[in-house]
């Protein structure tokens, strides 16, 4: 089953020139989807109108079949979201944070309890659970950033730039837990500028420039159709040398 569906999306900020136009592609329940293309080519405005944090006017996002604009509650249970910016508050313990992030998507006490105690377990956290994030390393920020994201159990998770300005290992932990919960069923959907982590993680690749996709299918397909080693080359060739920002 289709885990998003983009049929005909057209996009523009307003009194800008349309950013996407006519945008057709789908991702199938379970991939590890990358999409990666240029500063400006739009990536993370088509990630914000997939997981509804822009509105779209024209064309459709379906996630597991429910229009996203139509179905903004329900698709917000299905989905996680690790953004690049930290998306908690400094202040307040991984615990509290974790607390307050499970009201926000609903889930009962015991529930947020629970999956607070297993999820900071899996990601190093555990002897750290009550101390200010404020105080942590970057990986460590990173990684209770991950875990906020994952804690409804998302049948679909968003991550751009989920191990930027990382340790190597918390980057290896990272993608490790990431090919597990995919192994359980989630889809994901990552967007970085780590050519060499993309690799490893995504089996499925999409190149995005100008607002469309230049080319998708899988990492291997690609490389041999492009006569490319690896992911750097592809995009280089399929996107241009020159400075993009």
Not at 155 to 173: H, W
Not at 225 to 239: N, R, S, V
Request: aromatic content about 8%; overall charge neutral.
């Amino acid at each position: 089953m289709n885990a998003v569906k983009v049929e005909q999306l057209s996009f523009n900020y307003k009194n800008q020139p349309s950013l996407i136009s006519n945008l057709s592609f789908t991702i199938e329940g379970g991939e590890r989807f990358g999409i990666f293309g240029p500063n400006g080519a739009g990536k993370t405005t088509l990630m914000s109108l997939i997981t509804g944090l822009l509105p779209y006017k024209q064309g459709s996002i379906k996630v597991f079949g429910r229009e996203v604009v139509l179905n903004k509650k329900e698709v917000n249970k299905m989905i996680g979201l690790v953004p690049q910016d930290f998306s908690f508050y400094e202040d307040l313990s991984p615990a509290e944070n974790m607390a307050f992030f499970g009201a926000w998507y609903g889930l009962d006490a015991a529930t947020t309890k629970q999956r607070t105690r297993d999820l900071l377990k899996v990601m190093g956290l555990d002897d750290v659970a009550d101390t200010p994030v404020k105080s942590f390393s970057g990986g460590m920020k990173r990684r209770v950033n991950l875990a906020i994201g994952v804690m409804n159990h998302p049948r679909v998770l968003f991550l751009d730039e989920p191990t930027v300005g990382v340790d190597v290992q918390s980057r290896n932990a990272i993608i490790s837990f990431l090919k597990d919960i995919n192994k359980t069923g989630t889809t994901l959907i990552y967007t970085s500028h780590q050519l060499g982590e993309a690799e490893d993680l995504c089996n499925t690749v999409a190149l995005f420039d100008e607002g469309a996709i230049i080319v998708k299918d899988t990492l291997d397909n690609l490389l041999k159709d492009h006569k490319q080693q690896g992911l750097e080359g592809l995009f280089l060739e399929l996107t241009g040398r020159a400075y993009r920002d």
